[in-house]
Structure formats: structure tokens, C-alpha cells
């Protein structure tokens, strides 16, 4: 069974509106944490936010949120005020570290923002 | 956080020639990761590298295809061998700073964009 599953394959977004990327994910342990990362067309992989699984709040950097929803395991990705540069991939990972702290990563979204 | 740099950016090899990339850390850290991403693909764990003792590898990853040196706290190489073009792929080193906790953010190399002809 897939760990992380990102429903999404790709999005188009006007530009400074908002859109969420959604992201469900599978564990049996109770501690574990959830990330958002965003990849451009240079490869790199830039760290977006960050969702432990006690987090009594829904995490939020800038104009990145993390709706997050633990009883049905889901973690979707809010971004406001869309903007060309976040054209990218998007990748939803989760880390336990029951299984060694290791980053498992969803298939990915590609976000396209249009002007 | 975590500065690292991994080389090379990017090489063409042919097809039954190794490679070895180096990822350098500016800190030492506990954990580093090397991640293949196939293209069009997501990432996947290939190994930990452990420091002092031999990688923890993902169940279809081998040690004689992938073999991985750490041998300190900010160092690691990952050597692609007997290359072929399936190998075509973006390899990431990743690491975690200080001493990793769950919340750590992962940060991540460059990454290195190798095709194989």
C-alpha cells in the first residue's frame, strides 16, 4: 500500500489566487511528521512546512498552510496568492521514526501558475 | 540548518562505467539519505549511510550496484556502477541536522542529473 498518495498528477492555478494540493497518508504509529517540499526545473528540493503529528495547530509559513486533518490522515497544502515562481512540483513526505526516520515521498503535483 | 554540496551537477557516462558522487556537508549531521528520481518520478530511498559501518539499503537497491562510503560526520560518496540507461536518473543526498529529531527538516543536495548513453 502506498504510504503517501497525492491524488493530483498536475494543476493549473491563476495567478494570485489560492490552491491546495491535497495529500493522504497511511501509518499505524502515532508519532510521526509530515513535509511539503517544492522542486523547480533546477531539481533542487526546497523545504516548504512542516506538520507533526501532536500539533494540536495547523502549521503555516508565509503563504504556505498545512490543512491538517489526523482522523482521516490527510495533509493538504494551501498556497495563497499564487505567484509564476511557485510553478514546480510539489511532494508530500512523511517521516516516522519507527521506520528509521527516513522521508517517504507521494508521486508529486505540478503546479502551473498562469498569468 | 545545513548547507550541502553535491557533485558533479550533471555528466553524461557511458553505458558500463561507474560514477562516484560526493555529497559534503557544512555541519556534521547524524543521518544522510541518498534518493534516486527516475524521471518524471518521485524520489526513493536508496540507502542511510551510516557513519563507521556499512549503508542500510531499500529493498531493491545492492550494495555491488550502489556502493556508499561515509566515512565521517559530513561526508558521504554514492558510486553508480555498471551503468546503464534504466540508471538515467536525478540522485539527491540528503541530511539531517544535528541530531534529527522527527521535526528536523530534511535538507537536500543539488542533486546530480546523470544520463547514461
Known amino acids: 500500500a502506498q504510504k503517501i498518495t497525492q491524488t493530483q498528477p498536475g494543476m493549473f492555478v491563476q495567478e494570485k489566487e489560492a490552491v491546495t494540493l491535497d495529500c493522504t497518508y497511511d501509518?499505524?504509529?502515532?508519532?510521526?511528521?509530515l513535509f511539503w517540499y517544492k522542486q523547480p526545473s533546477s531539481g533542487e528540493m526546497i523545504f516548504l512546512i512542516y506538520?507533526?503529528?501532536?500539533?494540536?495547530q495547523n502549521a503555516t509559513e508565509g503563504r504556505y498552510s498545512l490543512n491538517f486533518q489526523k482522523a482521516r490522515k490527510s495533509a493538504n497544502l494551501v498556497i495563497s496568492a499564487s505567484q509564476l515562481g511557485d510553478s514546480a512540483m510539489y511532494f508530500c513526505?512523511?517521516?516516522?521514526?519507527?521506520?528509521?526516520?527516513?522521508?517517504?515521498f507521494g508521486g508529486g503535483t505540478r503546479v502551473l501558475v498562469k498569468p | 540548518s545545513a548547507v550541502i554540496s553535491q557533485k558533479p551537477s550533471r555528466d553524461i557516462c557511458q553505458r558500463g562505467t561507474s560514477l562516484t558522487i560526493q555529497c559534503q556537508v557544512d555541519?556534521?549531521?547524524?543521518?544522510m539519505f541518498w534518493y534516486r528520481q527516475q524521471p518524471g518520478q518521485s524520489l526513493t530511498l536508496i540507502a542511510t549511510?551510516?557513519?563507521?559501518?556499512?549503508?542500510?539499503?531499500e529493498s531493491g537497491f545492492v550494495i555491488d550496484k550502489f556502493p556508499i562510503s561515509r566515512p565521517n560526520l559530513t561526508f558521504s560518496t554514492l558510486t553508480v556502477s555498471n551503468m546503464s540507461p534504466e540508471d538515467s536518473s536525478i540522485y539527491l543526498c540528503?541530511?539531517?541536522?544535528?541530531?534529527?529529531?522527527?521535526?528536523?527538516?530534511?535538507?537536500f543536495g543539488q542533486g546530480t542529473r546523470l544520463t547514461v548513453v
Open positions: 540528503s541530511a539531517g541536522a544535528g541530531a534529527f529529531l522527527m521535526n528536523t527538516e530534511a535538507f
Open positions: 555541519s556534521q549531521v547524524t543521518m
Open positions: 513526505a512523511m517521516r516516522e521514526p519507527a521506520a528509521g526516520n527516513k522521508l517517504t
Open positions: 506538520q507533526g503529528s501532536y500539533d494540536e
Open positions: 501509518t499505524s504509529d502515532q508519532s510521526y511528521g
Open positions: 549511510a551510516n557513519q563507521g559501518s556499512e549503508a542500510t539499503y
